[in-house]
T-cell receptor
Framework: SAVISQKPSRDICQRGTSLTIQCQVD?????MFWYRQQPGQSLTLIAT?????????ESGFVIDKFPISRPNLTFSTLTVSNMSPEDSSIYLC????????FGQGTRLTVV | QKEVEQNSGPLSVPEGAIASLNCTYS??????FFWYRQYSGKSPELIMS????GDKEDGRFTAQLNKASQYVSLLIRDSQPSDSATYLC??????????FGKGTTLSVSS
């Protein structure tokens, strides 16, 4: 099983600023994903982080707002840009290695 | 649009009873089916995975899959207060991201 270290675990940010979330995996994985979980809601896929190429974004999510990096097979970052209170959510990274594994999540509050 | 549907609940059962959680999915190409449990403020944790029609049992948990009806369920026998959580149904095709339902909140009263 894959072990994922995600940080920060939580942050409170001012509107208009950006936050970068990091996800480190203890083994090389091909598939990495970023999800958002808004209060009281289920997980919504933001994008698939592809190693060596641009991320693939789901409908409703754009690269300018959620730029993603995937420099190698064990690491990825998600940036939440120009934040507004509506971006307050839990952000989760996930990897697929015969099943899905999740990081601990980043609880973001925008004030 | 690929969708996974669950009753949001809350589903309330007394301690020791059987809890039955249901899920339907829209994508007939789905190949893998999962049940995750999520406690408040925590990340989802995998409870069961099932890939072929029929039943799969693991301790107090039984997953049931019917691909013809596009239906997957989770039975929890001898429910305990510690089972109180939100249960997320998720499906995917090989090599793709999981698509999650909205989750069913289970409350087990002692």
């Amino acid at each position: 099983s894959a072990v994922i270290s995600q940080k920060p675990s939580r942050d409170i940010c001012q509107r208009g600023t950006s936050l970068t979330i990091q996800c480190q995996v203890d083994s090389q994985v091909t598939m990495m994903f970023w999800y958002r979980q808004q209060p009281g809601q289920s997980l919504t896929l933001i994008a698939t982080a592809n190693q060596g190429s641009e991320a693939t974004y789901e409908s409703g999510f754009v690269i300018d707002k959620f730029p993603i990096s995937r420099p190698n097979l064990t690491f990825s970052t998600l940036t939440v840009s120009n934040m507004s209170p509506e971006d307050s959510s839990i952000y989760l990274c996930s990897v697929w290695d015969r099943e899905a594994f999740f990081g601990q999540g980043t609880r973001l509050t925008v004030v | 649009q690929k969708e996974v549907e669950q009753n949001s609940g809350p589903l309330s059962v007394p301690e020791g009873a059987i809890a039955s959680l249901n899920c339907t999915y829209s994508d007939r190409g789905s190949q893998s089916f999962f049940w995750y449990r999520q406690y408040s403020g925590k990340s989802p944790e995998l409870i069961m995975s099932i890939y072929s029609n029929g039943d799969k049992e693991d301790g107090r948990f039984t997953a049931q899959l019917n691909k013809a009806s596009q239906y997957v369920s989770l039975l929890i026998r001898d429910s305990q207060p510690s089972d109180s959580a939100t249960y997320l149904c998720a499906v995917n095709q090989a090599g793709t991201a999981l698509i999650f339902g909205k989750g069913t909140t289970l409350s087990v009263s002692s």
